[in-house]
């Protein structure tokens, strides 16, 4: 029995059991014609071996990692260069594994080949996987960016399995630099949470985006936002890379321990061309000093980059939206939640607004959490059918607060979109805009008018952003999910819901009975053409949330734009509309989602029924 070590690359036509049940000579003559044009042509010019060829499948040998990444990054850019005009293009999944294998005259076996296959079944649409013992051998020696994917237990397979996505860096990336007028530019990368609990994730990163916020005040310092900082969270980064990557002069990093009543802060800054430290300091304090501890940081960074701190600048930074250490972290928990819960979840809507009034009863005036309390006041009214306020005198408190925080302005146009008055909406979107064109609730804001006033090109920049500023967010790539099914880009659609998948799925991992994220995940499967999986989640969602009126919804758009079945949507709808509020009667007059329906009698005397039902409601 012979033994080698070799690289092992598995593809697979991604939905190929669904083209060819719809159009199978087609699809055949498809996949053929991709062999003899791409995937064979790469693997000859990377020295590579194809050992066995299973229908829309593949397996290949390769001498070397590098020679395997470079053949499978090959394959899927041209490919999807060939597919962009089609509307059901050959698109591959491939994995890559390193391994020992056991050969058998010109077939090779072994656990190399089934760890090879089981990542390839992991890779995003149209991308590459590939697991650590290749990224460890690849990495800084060839131009590709790896991507952490975590660890995975696949099948046949006893320990898990650490996953990397990888694809293609620039091809050529400018040095770190200043700006034309000299101006020097720092990037602040997510404070990692040395706490040893997931569950402070929410104190380091509201400490980072504290600091972003702040050094985004000194007029001498050009400070990468958020949204893009964030793409970074929780990866091993290489420093210059990063500083030419995104052309600024020096990097901040750091670490936040939490534990009772102390915090332990770390934080460097580096040089983005030498990589060199040229600062920094480790900080042990009370919890109370926290406010203190991050003007300090502020300031220092400001010394060690010897920029003049103007003394407006320098009470900028000092003004916060609360002096209460406490109310603080309630609200940084709270906002925490709303992201992970997202819209249908009545259990932590409850707990948002537990956590945000115990912060205003410690600080009355602290707007942030106010405008907490509207954004989810008017989410659990509108998706959940609950009494209580619509969250405009929240939101007005908030603004009244503080005129000049968008989150304010941007839970107002929430409310106000949702009472269909759009051009107020707007408005208010637009000053949330101008405000803070970078925060995560301003996105999902102006993301939702515009999706309601079927401007759809708008909503997808907004959701898209949304989704990349926060990594935990599945509500946006949701939405963004459906907007490019409305706008027919397929491609664009598929990609939304491999992204909107992952995001679910690790929802559902911690808390199993979440029907806002089995909903999501529910269309997600339905779209990428695994409709069975998306069937049997189906049956046990509406079995453990029956009365989830967002999850209901969310499913009855699902069974008709992609299981094609009018009456099974109907069905679904039919007893959210006997308790619809009217805010989400609106929302269905309005959503593109429905429109294959509007004429069916049946819908038509649905909406009618809940429209007779909420005037006599409304009448004294």
Request: hydrophobic share 45%; glycine share 6%; charged share 25%.
């Amino acid at each position: 029995m012979q033994r080698k070590l070799t690289a092992i690359l598995s593809a697979d036509v991604v939905g190929y059991s669904g083209m060819m049940e719809a159009d199978e000579a087609g699809t055949l003559e498809k996949l053929k014609a991709n062999r003899k044009r791409f995937f064979d042509p790469q693997v000859a010019a990377h020295d590579g071996r194809q050992f066995k060829l299973m229908g829309d499948g593949a397996l290949v040998e390769f001498a070397s990692v590098i020679a395997a990444v470079n053949c499978a990054l090959a394959i899927q850019e041209a490919t999807e260069k060939a597919s962009r005009d089609d509307a059901k293009p050959i698109r591959y999944r491939i994995g890559i594994n390193s391994g020992e294998v056991i050969v058998e005259g010109d077939d090779i076996y072994g656990e190399g080949v089934n760890v090879a296959a089981r990542i390839q079944a992991l890779a995003p649409i149209g991308g590459v996987a590939v697991s650590r013992v290749v990224r460890d051998q690849a990495v800084g020696k060839m131009s590709c960016a790896f991507e952490d994917m975590g660890e995975h237990t696949v099948k046949n397979i006893e320990a898990p399995v650490h996953v990397f996505s990888v694809r293609a860096a620039a091809a050529q990336e400018a040095p770190a630099h200043k700006t034309e007028s000299g101006q020097l530019s720092i990037c602040v990368l997510p404070f990692a949470n040395m706490s040893g609990d997931a569950e402070q994730e929410y104190f380091s990163d509201g400490i980072s985006e504290d600091i972003i916020t702040d050094l985004s005040k000194v007029s001498a310092l050009r400070v990468v936002s958020r949204n893009t900082a964030f793409t970074f969270k929780g990866k091993h980064v290489d420093m210059p890379q990063v500083a030419r990557q995104l052309k600024v002069t020096h990097i901040l990093e750091g670490s936040v321990r939490k534990a009772g009543g102390r915090v332990r802060i770390t934080a460097q800054l580096i040089d983005g061309t030498s990589d060199a430290h040229i600062w920094a300091e480790r900080y042990d304090r009370d919890l109370n000093d926290i406010f203190a501890l991050q003007d300090e940081i502020s300031e220092a960074i400001v010394k060690a980059l010897k920029l003049k701190l103007l003394p407006e600048e320098k009470k900028a930074i000092e003004t916060r939206g609360t002096d209460n250490v406490e109310a603080y972290n309630l609200y940084l928990m709270a906002r925490q939640y709303s992201v992970i819960a997202s819209l249908g979840d009545q259990r932590m809507g409850d707990a948002i607004l537990r956590l945000c009034r115990r912060a205003i009863e410690l600080d009355p005036n602290y707007a942030r959490a106010w405008a907490l309390i509207a954004a989810t006041q008017v989410n659990l009214r509108f998706y959940m059918g609950l009494e209580g306020s619509d969250g405009l005198e929240a939101a007005e408190r908030a603004i009244a607060l503080d005129a000049d925080l968008a989150e304010a302005h941007a839970a107002k146009g929430v409310v106000l979109t949702f009472a269909a008055d759009h051009a107020t909406a707007l408005a208010e979107v637009e000053k949330a805009l101008a405000l803070d064109p970078e925060s995560y609730e301003v996105l999902k804001a102006a993301g939702r008018l515009a999706y309601t006033t079927r401007n759809h090109d708008a909503a997808i920049r907004y959701f898209e952003k949304a989704a990349t500023i926060m990594d935990s967010d599945y509500w946006a790539c949701g939405m963004v999910m459906s907007a490019y099914k409305v706008k027919g880009d397929t491609a664009s659609a598929l990609r939304a819901a491999q992204r909107a998948l992952a995001r679910t799925e690790k929802i559902m991992a911690q808390d199993p009975n979440n029907g806002s994220a089995m909903s999501f995940a529910i269309d997600a499967l339905a779209t990428l053409g695994e409709v069975d999986r998306a069937k049997e989640l189906m049956k046990r969602a509406l079995l453990l949330d029956p009365d989830n009126m967002n999850m209901r919804y969310n499913l009855a758009c699902m069974t008709l734009l992609e299981l094609h079945d009018t009456e099974a949507c109907l069905d679904i709808l039919d007893p959210l509309l006997k308790i619809v509020s009217r805010s989400l009667l609106n929302w269905t007059k309005t959503d593109a989602d429905l429109d294959s329906i509007r004429d069916n009698p049946r819908f038509t005397a649905m909406i009618a029924a809940a429209d007779a039902r909420l005037a006599n409601e409304a009448t004294p």
